[in-house]
T-cell receptor
Framework: DAGITQSPRHKVTETGTPVTLRCHQT?????MYWYRQDPGHGLRLIHY???????DKGEVSDGYSVSRSKTEDFLLTLESATSSQTSVYFC???????????FGSGTQLSVL | GQQLNQSPQSMFIQEGEDVSMNCTSS?????WLWYKQDPGEGPVLLIA?????ELTSNGRLTAQFGITRKDSFLNISASIPSDVGIYFC????????????FGGGTRLMVKP
């Protein structure tokens, strides 16, 4: 258990509404990541953070924004959700100097 | 897009059988990681490999870092029903900082 909590675990929302997913960690890791997992595409990086207020884009960042105002929390926001953003979202953490990623349990998001 | 080819995409196992899967790429990797994902959960790290030729075991699981640094292999000996799930390889490219590239996964299922 890497001390990662994702919330909510499940969410159903409508197209055009804003959605925020939360990732909370208890072990003070510097690096945090947001991935989405879709059939046929595997895990794809959305955004990541390398410190408080330090974030950068990943492979599939369009339509998503992130914020990290505290070490322990990394928020993923869909400003105006679309059906193509229906997916399972995973948060991950990494310790500086180590390549190993540890994942949370995921958030299943359905955009209708 | 994905730079890791993972095979097979799916396979059926019978209890007691040995299982093999692999990841290949045209690119050189510095690190290989193997994960297992159960339904409704996030990927869990099984084995990490850091040097070409390295062979590492975790119980009945054995993984190898290919000599060419372009591939990795995972073997499961004497499979049991709880081995079912999706296995992912992930690699850190030689020139990608600490970013990981994920394979598409191998789905292990039980023979009816």
């Amino acid at each position: 258990d890497a001390g990662i909590t994702q919330s909510p675990r499940h969410k159903v929302t409508e197209t055009g509404t804003p959605v925020t997913l939360r990732c909370h960690q208890t072990e003070n890791h510097r690096y945090m990541y947001w991935y989405r997992q879709d059939p046929g595409h595997g895990l794809r990086l959305i955004h990541y953070s390398y410190g408080v207020k330090d974030t950068d884009k990943g492979e599939v960042s369009d339509g998503y924004s992130v914020s990290r105002s505290k070490t322990e929390d990394f928020l993923l926001t869909l400003e105006s959700a679309t059906s193509s953003q229906t997916s399972v979202y995973f948060c991950a953490i990494r310790t500086a100097g180590d390549e190993k990623l540890f994942f949370g349990s995921g958030t299943q998001l359905s955009v209708l | 897009g994905q730079q890791l080819n993972q095979s097979p995409q799916s396979m059926f196992i019978q209890e007691g059988e040995d299982v093999s899967m692999n990841c290949t790429s045209s690119s050189i990797f510095n690190t290989w990681l193997w994960y297992k994902q159960d339904p409704g959960e996030g990927p869990v790290l099984l084995i990490a490999l850091y040097k070409a030729g390295e062979l590492t075991s975790n119980g009945r699981l054995t993984a190898q870092f290919g000599i060419t640094r372009k591939d990795s292999f995972l073997n499961i000996s004497a499979s049991i029903p709880s081995d079912v799930g999706i296995y992912f390889c992930a690699g850190q490219l030689n020139n990608a900082g600490n970013m990981l590239t994920f394979g598409g996964g191998t789905r292990l299922m039980v023979k009816p």
